[in-house]
């Protein structure tokens, strides 16, 4: 064994001379073996002889830290230049302890939380081994159709960019070469949300601009943060998938965005590209992803078996070859794992007090109030007996919803758990429904019959984890089997109604709206769930998040988001529906606008919406100047007053409209938000930054640039909000 001579004695010397150092030293084959990534095979000797032939640069799905040390020992010390593995797992909203899913975790709009959340994550998940993790997941979607929609931070383009970076940031830490930094990976690059249908793997057809303005600006966000890795989308943009897209991967991310990072395959995603009919065979698939700039492959193992002759036949140039290990090796010189590849064995900080109290702070301000009818919560010190039913009140594994792999049900606190530890109030617990698909109704007249005896009654329903997530679209999106049935029956006993809905996306809910007096969202909220739901019921929190997606009234609106086009003809909002509509009615007697004639125009709940316990005005809204240029930057401030009896926290809004461009423009933009905490009577004045520059956006010849013009802003609770209106003109 030669011990690899770019090891420890030239710590100091640049990452860049470590690697081409050792690049030279490199045959055709240890280079192509860094350039796959195998699934972890349950049997360590099978395993270990694949390290020792040098086919594996990067494990995923491989945790455990005595484990991960043992593969490790076997690619330091039993290969010819002791290359170190690159251990990845899907760590998507939490390693152990499980943060709310990223759509939830978005809910908060506290980027130093969210931040904090992936911190955890890294921690929990380096001290077990795992130094890559397949997160942020940044697309954009504006389809709850679609059953990752759990996985990102919904529908628009500033908060995904945001938070993508604070997720990154929270990874990766200040040093990447921190035992507990792992590397983050912007995925899935690019436009996956944007699958036709809402159905997953489906084709995406995203004209140009809507590409630059929509979906891309979360992953240039994400370059601009240091992203250590990509991660090539599944779909298809307009015929190209994304696998194969040299626009993406060469001229956006390294031409425009100058990104070093490593890109690697989503899970087969180039073989995959024989189904999709770009590709006559599996030499194909490699030339043409390494070509568009691809470095490692996920598992299909094209790469490692095709380049040689690719190579050969002069199809692949070795000089891209050689790239596509720099930065397979480059990332693994950030991480130290040259210098300290091996993991400390006998470290456990998973579930930590201190993890779980951080925890639970983003857990109880991801969760929204869409309802609060006659102060019906929180509930008073009148309420003794609680009658706690539904399918999720007790459904540890489910209420951590989507891409769960390590956190132990076992540890998630459910609403059962924690409304039983409460001191003097008495639990009648029914789950009626013995899951959230059961479609028999047996049990729904004993969930009746424990809410006659109580005081008020909590019903706890939504998704089980398998319902959302990769692979899990939904054609309808109402909350499913008896479970409308279960709460239509408790709302008739007259009792006070608290539903909670734990799902993995917005659900259809007009009806349960109706039937319940109030109604918590909770996007699975993972393992401080059901304490963060006391807390709320209870008063010892205040609920501020809001809808980071916008909420159908009906499944046929969808895709249905904020930021629209305001089209020729903007419905008034005041057509007739469809059982308004006299019987004969002439073809144009109801006006021809742009809406539905049986849902209306508008959604159920805007993006950004959410209730608090108390009430917030905005007021006195000002503008540090009414006419700027290109390189200003506009102070807008205006007044927030807490006008209700609870301290709380208010996430304040800043929305855009470009009045008229050389292209249409959306109705709004979001361009600023921030949480502000008033305690009950307080006032205080808050303010925005804008730069104009910020308003830039893809013109009709293609160019990016602010134009000049009238615009509009407001400052607001919600994207519908429109009370406090601001106009300026940029020069
Ligand atoms: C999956 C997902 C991707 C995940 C990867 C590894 O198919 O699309 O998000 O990171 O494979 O599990």
Redesign the pocket.
């Given at each position: 064994m030669v011990a690899c001579s770019s090891g420890p004695q030239t710590n100091n010397s640049s990452v860049d001379q470590r690697v081409e150092d050792l690049l030279a030293k490199m045959t055709l084959e240890e280079k192509l073996g860094q350039l796959n990534q195998v699934s972890a095979m349950d049997n360590l000797e099978d395993m270990a002889a694949q390290i020792r032939m040098g086919r594996v640069g990067s494990i995923?799905?491989g945790v455990g830290a005595a484990r991960i040390n043992v593969l490790q020992r076997v690619a330091v010390e039993e290969t010819r230049l002791g290359i170190p593995i690159l251990m990845s797992r899907?760590v998507i909203h939490g390693y152990k302890t499980i943060a709310p899913i990223p759509l939830g975790q978005a809910a908060s709009f506290d980027l130093d939380a969210v931040q904090e959340a992936a911190r955890i994550a890294a921690i929990e998940a380096a001290t077990d081994g795992v130094r890559w993790t397949?997160s942020p997941?940044i697309d954009i979607a504006r389809d709850a159709r679609w059953g990752r929609i759990a996985?990102g931070y919904g529908e628009d383009t500033y908060l995904t960019s945001q938070m993508g970076v604070a997720t990154i940031r929270g990874y990766q830490g200040d040093d990447l070469s921190d035992p507990t930094s792992i590397a983050a990976?912007a995925?899935?690059f690019c436009g996956y949300g944007a699958s036709e249908g809402g159905r997953d793997y489906n084709s995406a057809n995203i004209p140009p601009r809507q590409l630059l303005d929509v979906y891309l600006p979360p992953f240039k966000a994400a370059a601009k943060a240091g992203a250590a890795t990509y991660?090539t989308s599944?779909n298809e943009i307009d015929g190209v998938p994304s696998t194969a897209n040299a626009y993406l991967l060469k001229t956006q991310l390294r031409d425009e965005w100058h990104s070093d990072a490593m890109v690697v395959t989503?899970?087969a995603s180039s073989a995959e590209m024989l189904a999709h009919g770009n590709c006559f065979d599996r030499a194909d698939v490699a030339a043409q992803s390494i070509n568009a700039g691809v470095d490692m492959e996920?598992v299909a193992e094209t790469f490692i078996q095709n380049l040689p002759d690719l190579i050969k036949d002069g199809r692949v140039k070795m000089s891209t070859v050689d790239n596509a290990v720099r930065n397979v090796l480059r990332l693994k010189f950030r991480l130290g794992l040259f210098d300290n590849p091996y993991v400390d064995e006998n470290k456990n900080v998973a579930y930590s007090p201190e993890f779980i109290e951080k925890t639970l702070k983003l857990t109880t301000e991801s969760a929204i109030l869409l309802k609060n009818d006659n102060k019906t919560l929180p509930f008073s010190s009148k309420v003794k007996t609680i009658a706690l039913v539904g399918p999720m009140a007790d459904a540890a594994y489910e209420q951590s919803g989507t891409w769960t792999f390590d956190g132990e049900a076992e540890h998630t606190i459910t609403p059962l758990k924690a409304l039983q530890s409460l001191e003097g109030v008495k639990v009648l617990y029914e789950p009626a429904l013995t899951h959230c698909r059961d479609q028999k109704a047996a049990g729904i007249a004993s969930a009746v019959a424990k809410a006659k005896q109580a005081d008020v009654v909590v019903c706890v329903v939504g998704e089980e984890a398998i319902m959302s997530g990769?692979a899990h679209s939904l054609a309808d999106i109402n909350l499913y089997g008896k479970q409308k049935d279960l709460i239509e029956a408790l709302s008739k006993t007259g009792k006070p109604l608290v539903t909670v809905i734990m799902a993995g996306r917005p659900l259809t809910i007009a009806k349960q709206i109706e039937e319940s007096n109030a109604l918590l969202y909770m996007f699975h909220p993972g393992t401080t769930g059901g304490t963060a739901l006391a807390d709320l019921l209870f008063g010892k929190a205040v609920p501020s998040g809001k809808t980071p997606v916008t909420f159908p009234y009906m499944v046929g609106q969808v895709p249905i988001y904020y930021n629209h086009k305001n089209t020729g003809r903007p419905a008034a909002g005041t057509e007739l529906l469809i059982d308004q509509t006299p019987v004969g009615a002439g073809q144009t007697s109801l006006g021809c606008s742009s809406y539905w004639l049986d849902a209306g125009y508008g959604p159920l709940f805007p993006f950004g919406y959410g209730l608090s316990y108390t009430t917030f005005e905005y007021s006195n809204v000002k503008l540090s100047a009414t006419e700027l240029k290109v390189n200003d930057t506009l102070k807008v401030t205006f007044d927030l007053a807490n006008t209700g009896e609870y301290d709380a926290t208010e996430i304040c809004q800043l929305y855009v409209r470009d009045l008229v461009g050389s292209v249409t423009r959306p109705v709004k933009e979001l361009k600023g938000f921030k949480r502000v905490a008033l305690k009950a009577g307080e006032k205080k004045q808050v303010e925005f930054e804008l730069p104009i520059s910020e308003l830039a956006f893809t013109t009709l010849d293609m160019q990016n640039r602010v134009e000049p013009g009238d615009f509009k802003l407001w400052v607001a609770a919600n994207s519908d909000d429109n009370s406090n209106e601001a106009s300026f003109t940029v020069k």
């Open positions: 995923l799905n899907d397949f997941m996985e990976c995925k899935h991660m599944f989503d899970w996920m990769e």
